[in-house]
């Protein structure tokens, strides 16, 4: 019998790289692997690397015109550089181990396939560069071919003088710089913070992540818009376990274990996946193929543990060319036999110290009784369920005169004699500017150069205009009307006066229009005038987090504030220390943008008038590893005992914190006992509804919703319209209908 190899067609190829790669961020991660496993090789032989460059990796992001519709994604390493034979093995070889895993334990890579399937999988091309032996070396991969991946046979050699090193970036004494340019037309292209988060997260580039020696760049332009360095800090934790040389029964192999207990709740792998931050990383040499918990993923009392397995084996196993990765490389395939029972020995070490934050959990919760622990449950489904269809609403069919801009999609009201304010009456918060809408039926009874004068009929109403020109307002041309939105300051709570409108029409006749306006207290006024508002926040590691800080622009005695931003903790880094607040009128919302990265980590973040420095305002920050905030299955009320809570409760990813230490609600929660009482409830259902409806607006805002982006008086009121629309139904899940019928006979009764 003659037998042959079956035949590997290219396109098999071409559908294996876009299965392991599926984005611009798979494709980083591919390209930092190589640079990885190049600085271990040399480990490895134990070859000398320069201080300054030991593991040193450079990541560009380059995105090219609108119009061009491309973008390049780059790396750069300071380790062994390649040599033009090697260069044409390293481009060519599909499932040769060109990464030389046949030989070190200390490299991740998968026989030479990332720089190919990085090409191929973003259907670009890719570009590498190396410099070694006083030779610059260039290779080509061309992935555009949808039959396949392919490269040009004929590498071309320079000699390494300063004007070629300098033509191709490696005159800092960079060895090897690979690059991929593709097209943005169906490819999705992350901003910066985002690639910056999730690269530094990512859990099988985190042992060099760990080092803090790979700088992101963004170019445009040639020139370098956006810098910073990725470092990956685990979370503040105690270690729980700590044990080598571990026997597999039936095996050979060994493993080496460590289990810490974070400060913090982590995400599990089905809402991280490789970008979690908890788990048990599982490793062989360094490298790091993948982070679980093994049976325990799902569970909440293990949620907080993480740490690392290693086994040395794989990498013997991936010798012998066994199974034991997944085919997209993006873990381990677990139904491998020797990897069941690696399995198997980690569910057992985990399960012990799983149990005993299971009983010590039951412990702190135990004056909770089980019915209040179902109806957060119940309320939780109800939420998400509510969550998905008030976005797809809300983003899906827009209303009209709610905000700055106007949707074609509904029909507008027509103005009462082609000139009015709609509505006719407003009510404002004192010393917050608020927008009344004037529309104008033109040209037909208004012409468009005609030109508006404002008169305020009391002095407390203060109008940040008095007169404008007709066409100078945001026209709707199927309508035939132009839309005017006045800026309202009201100075004094109580006042009420009237905004009049004058005009001439096409013949010459007078137009008035009136809006009738009365002027309350402030909501969320900020305190002593200069306050973050709220005062205490939670920021998901890595990810940029917004502070919101309020100034009563009345206070601002000089013409400038010069304001300074300090973090008294290393992991909270502020993005802007200084800025310079404007004299104005009404409340002046400065953003002030922090990352946190490290889990765990509690800093305050102060506020200090650099000319008054008795002037200051400060905001608590917490490090979480919280869910993200879309589409979530259930949003979960949850009890948090925080010593020393600054707010009631806030919405977090998909976890409302009620925090049950604050005055007003440990009154009516106790110690846990008290949750069964018709006030408790009564008093969680209003926070939840706050806290869920104040998480619809921000979430909306946080989109291109044009309604509420950037207009704190459309959010304020939507925020009043959700919780009058939305309130009733958490009241009717979470308040025992039972209890408040008791309550009413009672009353009735006396």
């Not at 040193?56 to 994604?73: F, G, Q, R």
């Not at 119940?378 to 801009?405: C, H, M, N, P």
């Not at 299955?633 to 949850?638: A, D, E, N, S, W």
């Not at 009154?667 to 806290?691: K, N």
Request: aromatic share 8%.
């Amino acid at each position: 019998m003659a037998l042959k190899y079956v035949d590997q067609k290219p396109r098999i190829a071409k559908q294996d790289a876009k299965n392991a790669v599926r984005d611009p961020l798979d494709a980083l991660i591919e390209l930092i692997t190589n640079s990885m496993d190049s600085y271990n090789r040399m480990k490895a032989r134990k070859e000398k690397i320069p201080q300054q460059y030991s593991d040193k990796i450079e990541v560009y992001l380059m995105k090219k015109t609108k119009k061009e519709k491309k973008a390049i994604v780059g790396v750069k390493d300071w380790a062994e550089g390649i040599s033009p034979d090697k260069m044409l093995e390293y481009i060519s070889g599909y499932g040769a181990r060109t990464s030389g895993k046949n030989i070190f334990q200390s490299i991740r890579g998968y026989f030479g396939r990332g720089l190919k399937d990085a090409v191929g999988g973003l259907d670009g091309k890719g570009h590498i560069y190396s410099v070694k032996n006083g030779i610059i070396s260039y290779g080509f991969i061309d992935g555009t071919s949808k039959m396949g991946i392919q490269y040009e046979e004929n590498i071309k050699t320079y000699d390494a003088n300063t004007k070629t090193l300098k033509k191709h970036h490696l005159d800092d004494d960079g060895k090897t710089i690979a690059l991929i340019e593709f097209s943005t037309e169906n490819i999705q292209v992350p901003n910066f913070d985002s690639f910056s988060e999730k690269l530094t997260l990512c859990v099988q580039l985190r042992p060099i992540m760990e080092k803090g020696n790979i700088k992101l760049i963004q170019i445009r332009g040639g020139k370098i818009i956006k810098e910073g360095i990725m470092k990956f800090n685990p979370p503040k934790a105690e270690q729980v376990l700590l044990e080598t040389d571990n026997k597999i029964p039936g095996e050979f192999a060994k493993y080496d274990i460590e289990i810490n207990k974070a400060y913090e709740p982590l995400l599990s792998q089905h809402e991280a996946g490789k970008f979690r931050v908890g788990g048990l990383q599982i490793m062989s040499g360094i490298s790091v193929h993948e982070a679980t918990l093994g049976n325990y993923d799902r569970d909440p009392n293990a949620s907080k543990f993480f740490g690392k397995v290693r086994c040395d084996y794989i990498d013997e196993l991936m010798r012998k060319d066994e199974a034991v990765v997944t085919p997209d490389r993006q873990g381990l395939n677990w139904d491998h036999p020797f990897l069941k029972k690696l399995k198997k020995e980690i569910d057992k070490k985990l399960k012990i110290h799983v149990d005993k934050e299971r009983k010590d959990r039951d412990k702190r919760m135990k004056g909770v009784s089980e019915d209040t622990l179902k109806r957060n449950e119940k309320i939780a489904k109800k939420l998400g369920k509510l969550y998905k269809e008030i976005i797809k609403e809300e983003t899906g069919e827009l209303a009209d005169l709610g905000g700055s801009e106007i949707s074609d999609g509904k029909e507008m009201l027509r103005p009462s004699g082609g000139f009015a304010f709609i509505p006719p009456y407003y009510s404002m918060e004192h010393k917050k500017p608020q927008q009344i809408r004037l529309v104008i039926d033109s040209p037909k009874i208004i012409p468009s150069y005609a030109v508006i004068k404002l008169i305020s009929t009391n002095k407390e109403l203060i109008l940040e205009k008095n007169e404008f020109q007709v066409s100078q307002g945001q026209y709707i041309d199927t309508k035939g009307l132009f839309l005017h939105l006045i800026n309202v300051i009201g100075k004094k709570v109580g006042e009420e006066g009237e905004i009049i409108a004058e005009t001439k029409d096409k013949n010459g006749n007078i137009r008035r229009a009136k809006a009738r306006i009365f002027v309350k207290e402030m909501e969320g006024y900020p305190p002593d005038g200069f306050s973050f508002v709220p005062n205490e926040y939670k920021c998901k590691i890595e990810k940029p987090t917004k502070l919101i800080l309020k100034i009563d622009g009345d206070l601002i005695e000089e013409d400038n504030w010069n304001i300074s931003i300090e973090s008294n903790n290393k992991y909270i880094i502020i993005d802007e220390p200084s800025f310079i607040i404007s004299k104005n009128t009404g409340i002046i919302e400065k953003n002030v943008i922090i990352k946190g990265n490290r889990v765990g980590e509690s800093g305050i973040i102060t506020a200090i008038h650099t000319n008054n420095p008795t002037r200051k305002a400060e905001a608590l920050v917490k490090v979480v590893a919280t869910t993200p905030t879309s589409s979530p299955k259930g949003i979960y009320p949850k009890f948090d005992n925080a010593p020393h809570p600054i707010q009631r409760a806030v919405c977090v990813g998909n976890i409302i914190y009620i925090y049950v230490n604050e005055p007003t609600v440990k009154r009516y929660y106790g110690d846990g006992e008290l949750t069964d009482a018709l006030s408790f409830q009564v008093l969680c259902a209003d926070l939840i509804t706050e806290s869920f409806c104040t998480k619809i607006v921000d979430d909306l805002a946080g989109t291109t919703h044009p309604l509420l982006k950037d207009d704190e008086d459309a959010k304020r009121s939507k925020l009043n319209e959700l919780k009058m629309k939305y309130g009733p139904i958490v009241h009717q899940i979470y308040v025992s209908k039972t209890l408040l019928e008791e309550d009413w006979k009672r009353i009735r009764g006396a």
